[in-house]
Nanobody, 114 residues
Framework: VQLQASGGGLVQAGGSLRLSCAASQTIHSSIVMSWYRQAPGKQREFVASIRSGRDPNYADSVQGRFTISRDNAKNTLYLLMNSLKPDDTAVYYC?????????WGQGTLVTVSS
């Protein structure tokens, strides 16, 4: 499975961005897909995850501002980020677990200016 993340960029605080993550093959909706991020000098951290039949999960730091979704017909995962803060600056990675192996996208950089 190959994951291609896109949609990052430079945005002012309070602005919005939508990240996309395209999978190279169909990933069943029952399989968890997630977003993580890694800020400069920090460890990679969980942002959000989604799977069919369950409510999405969010990190406390993004709850109420970010929305994760997926379009199974397009094999694409999304992350809509609103009310962005400088602390959201990071490289954002998508991830899935397929046949007991973790697959990561290459990351897309989000920079939020104050």
């Amino acid at each position: 499975v190959q994951l291609q993340a896109s949609g990052g960029g430079l945005v002012q605080a309070g602005g919005s961005l939508r990240l996309s993550c395209a999978a190279s093959q169909t990933i069943h909706s029952s399989i968890v897909m997630s977003w993580y991020r890694q800020a400069p000098g920090k460890q990679r951290e969980f942002v959000a995850s989604i799977r069919s039949g369950r409510d999405p999960n969010y990190a406390d730091s993004v709850q109420g501002r970010f929305t994760i979704s997926r379009d199974n017909a397009k094999n694409t995962l999304y992350l809509l980020m609103n009310s962005l803060k400088p602390d959201d600056t990071a490289v954002y990675y998508c991830k899935t677990n397929y046949r007991s192996a973790d697959y990561w996208g290459q990351g897309t950089l989000v920079t939020v200016s104050s």
